[in-house]
């Protein structure tokens, strides 16, 4: 996923409230800044991701689950 301008707000708002059904709190402390990035997961198999649900079991080579995505990734 490409996000080009959004606050950590926006993309918690847009992926993981609606991709995860689950309420989420940003409490990153960022604030309202804005920021372009590219985030690589595959979807669980409960979970749909923007553009579609998730597809069936993932290649091995597949990016790790969100959670560990966005830790990996972005640290």
Partial sequence: MRVINSTIQEFIGFVLNDALEMPVVDQTGL??????????????????QPGGPAAGTPPADAPPDIFTAM???WG
């Avoid at 604030?31 to 590219?38: E, K, M, Q, S």
């Fill in 71 to 73: 830790q990996q990734q």
């Fill in 31 to 48: 604030g309202p800044a804005r920021f372009d990035f590219v985030l690589k997961w595959t979807p669980d198999a409960f979970q749909t």
